[in-house]
C-alpha cells in the first residue's frame, strides 16, 4: 500500500514538474507577449517577465518592441526636371500594439520595407533635384508621413525617414561642377568691381585734394619714381608733362610738327654720346637737309621764326621759334614777301 502511495505521488510531482515546464514562459524587457488560446487572441498582452499559458491549448508570440532601423535599397528614377537618380533612405519604426502587429499583417517587417520604396520613388517623381540635394528635410517630413498613413493600421509607428544618398550621373556632376565654378568666378568679379569702385572714389578725393597743390603732384611723381626703382630693373622712367600734349592738341599741324622736332633735337643733343661727337660730320649733312626744310616751313607760313631756325648753325641747338599770337584764319603773307634768306641760298654762317 506504502508503495503504491509513493509511486502516485512521484507520478503527480512528475506531472507537474511537466506541466510546469510545458506552461512557464519568460518574456524579456523589450518583449511583450500575444497570447493564442485555441487560435483565439486573449485581449491581455503578457508583459516582460514570468508569465503561464495552458499547455496544448495556448500558443505565446513575443513581439519586439525596440526600434528598427531598415536600410532602404536605391531607387532609381527620374525627377519633376527629368534628371535620372538614384536614392537609398533608411526608415526607422518600432511597434506600438503588439496584438495588430501579429493579426493584422503577415509580417509587418516587410510591408513596412515595401510602402517605403513605394514612398521613395513616388517622392523622387514629385521633386526636383534641388530640393533632393539642398531641401532634403521637408523630403524626409513627406517620407515620413507617405509611410506613416497606412502602417498605423498595423501597429507601427514611424519613427523617422531619411533621405541617404543621392547618385547622379557623371555628365550631371561635371554640369554642375562647372555651374558652380562660373558661380564663383561671378561672385569674384562682383567683388573685384567692387573694389575698384571704392578705388576710383578714394583716388578721386584724393586728386581733389592734390588740385590745390600742384607740389603734391610733384612728390606724388618721386614717389612713383622711388617705387620703380626699389628693384634691380631696366625700367626708365621719363616724366612727360601733360601741357606739352594739350599744347599740341590746340596748335596746327605745321607747328605741332616743328615743335616735336625741336623738343628731339633739344633732347638729343642733351643726351649726346661719344660716338655722336665722333660722327659729327654726317650730323652736318643731316643738320643742313633740315634746317633746308625748316626755312621752306618757315616762309609758307612762320614768318620770322623759319628764319631764325636757318640762321642756327649745325653745331649749335636748335631754338624753338616762339607760336604766333595773331589769328589762325588770318591771310597768309606771299612767300616773295617774308624777308629771309632765299631757299637756294647754300651759305651758311659758320
Given at each position: 500500500?506504502?508503495?503504491?502511495?509513493?509511486?502516485?505521488?512521484?507520478?503527480?510531482?512528475?506531472?507537474?514538474?511537466?506541466?510546469?515546464?510545458?506552461?512557464?514562459?519568460?518574456?524579456?524587457?523589450?518583449?511583450?507577449?500575444?497570447?493564442?488560446?485555441?487560435?483565439?487572441?486573449?485581449?491581455?498582452?503578457?508583459?516582460?517577465?514570468?508569465?503561464?499559458?495552458?499547455?496544448?491549448?495556448?500558443?505565446?508570440?513575443?513581439?519586439?518592441?525596440?526600434?528598427?532601423?531598415?536600410?532602404?535599397?536605391?531607387?532609381?528614377?527620374?525627377?519633376?526636371?527629368?534628371?535620372?537618380?538614384?536614392?537609398?533612405?533608411?526608415?526607422?519604426?518600432?511597434?506600438?500594439?503588439?496584438?495588430?502587429?501579429?493579426?493584422?499583417?503577415?509580417?509587418?517587417?516587410?510591408?513596412?520595407?515595401?510602402?517605403?520604396?513605394?514612398?521613395?520613388?513616388?517622392?523622387?517623381?514629385?521633386?526636383?533635384?534641388?530640393?533632393?540635394?539642398?531641401?532634403?528635410?521637408?523630403?524626409?517630413?513627406?517620407?515620413?508621413?507617405?509611410?506613416?498613413?497606412?502602417?498605423?493600421?498595423?501597429?507601427?509607428?514611424?519613427?523617422?525617414?531619411?533621405?541617404?544618398?543621392?547618385?547622379?550621373?557623371?555628365?550631371?556632376?561635371?554640369?554642375?561642377?562647372?555651374?558652380?565654378?562660373?558661380?564663383?568666378?561671378?561672385?569674384?568679379?562682383?567683388?573685384?568691381?567692387?573694389?575698384?569702385?571704392?578705388?576710383?572714389?578714394?583716388?578721386?578725393?584724393?586728386?581733389?585734394?592734390?588740385?590745390?597743390?600742384?607740389?603734391?603732384?610733384?612728390?606724388?611723381?618721386?614717389?612713383?619714381?622711388?617705387?620703380?626703382?626699389?628693384?634691380?630693373?631696366?625700367?626708365?622712367?621719363?616724366?612727360?608733362?601733360?601741357?606739352?600734349?594739350?599744347?599740341?592738341?590746340?596748335?596746327?599741324?605745321?607747328?605741332?610738327?616743328?615743335?616735336?622736332?625741336?623738343?628731339?633735337?633739344?633732347?638729343?643733343?642733351?643726351?649726346?654720346?661719344?660716338?655722336?661727337?665722333?660722327?659729327?660730320?654726317?650730323?652736318?649733312?643731316?643738320?643742313?637737309?633740315?634746317?633746308a626744310q625748316d626755312g621752306a616751313v618757315g616762309r609758307?607760313?612762320?614768318?620770322?621764326?623759319?628764319?631764325?631756325?636757318?640762321?642756327?648753325?649745325?653745331?649749335?641747338?636748335?631754338?624753338?621759334?616762339?607760336?604766333?599770337?595773331?589769328?589762325?584764319?588770318?591771310?597768309?603773307?606771299?612767300?616773295?614777301?617774308?624777308?629771309?634768306?632765299?631757299?637756294?641760298?647754300?651759305?651758311?654762317?659758320?
Amino acid at each position: 500500500m506504502v508503495d503504491v502511495v509513493v509511486t502516485v505521488v512521484v507520478a503527480v510531482v512528475c506531472v507537474a514538474c511537466v506541466y510546469a515546464m510545458a506552461a512557464a514562459r519568460v518574456v524579456k524587457q523589450y518583449e511583450r507577449g500575444v497570447v493564442f488560446r485555441f487560435g483565439r487572441l486573449l485581449p491581455e498582452v503578457r508583459g516582460p517577465g514570468f508569465t503561464w499559458i495552458v499547455p496544448f491549448a495556448d500558443r505565446l508570440h513575443k513581439v519586439n518592441m525596440q526600434i528598427v532601423t531598415m536600410p532602404v535599397p536605391g531607387q532609381d528614377g527620374i525627377t519633376r526636371d527629368n534628371v535620372t537618380v538614384r536614392v537609398e533612405a533608411v526608415i526607422y519604426f518600432k511597434v506600438v500594439a503588439p496584438a495588430d502587429a501579429v493579426v493584422r499583417v503577415e509580417d509587418y517587417q516587410f510591408a513596412v520595407l515595401q510602402m517605403a520604396q513605394t514612398s521613395l520613388r513616388s517622392i523622387i517623381g514629385k521633386s526636383d533635384l534641388d530640393d533632393l540635394l539642398s531641401n532634403r528635410e521637408k523630403l524626409n517630413q513627406g517620407l515620413e508621413l507617405m509611410i506613416d498613413s497606412p502602417s498605423v493600421g498595423w501597429g507601427v509607428q514611424i519613427d523617422r525617414v531619411e533621405i541617404k544618398d543621392v547618385s547622379l550621373p557623371e555628365t550631371m556632376k561635371r554640369s554642375m561642377a562647372r555651374q558652380a565654378e562660373a558661380d564663383r568666378e561671378r561672385r569674384a568679379r562682383i567683388i573685384n568691381a567692387d573694389a575698384e569702385l571704392q578705388a576710383s572714389k578714394k583716388l578721386a578725393q584724393a586728386a581733389h585734394a592734390m588740385s590745390g597743390e600742384p607740389a603734391a603732384l610733384q612728390l606724388r611723381l618721386l614717389q612713383t619714381v622711388v617705387a620703380v626703382a626699389e628693384e634691380k630693373n631696366s625700367t626708365l622712367v621719363l616724366p612727360f608733362p601733360v601741357e606739352l600734349l594739350r599744347f599740341l592738341e590746340r596748335a596746327t599741324p605745321a607747328q605741332a610738327a616743328h615743335a616735336v622736332k625741336a623738343v628731339s633735337d633739344v633732347a638729343m643733343e642733351t643726351a649726346g654720346s661719344p660716338e655722336a661727337a665722333q660722327d659729327g660730320s654726317a650730323e652736318d649733312g643731316a643738320a643742313q637737309d633740315g634746317a633746308a626744310q625748316d626755312g621752306a616751313v618757315g616762309r609758307s607760313g612762320t614768318g620770322d621764326g623759319g628764319a631764325a631756325a636757318l640762321a642756327a648753325g649745325p653745331d649749335e641747338p636748335a631754338v624753338v621759334p616762339p607760336l604766333p599770337e595773331r589769328d589762325l584764319a588770318e591771310p597768309s603773307v606771299e612767300p616773295s614777301e617774308v624777308p629771309g634768306p632765299a631757299a637756294g641760298d647754300g651759305e651758311r654762317p659758320a
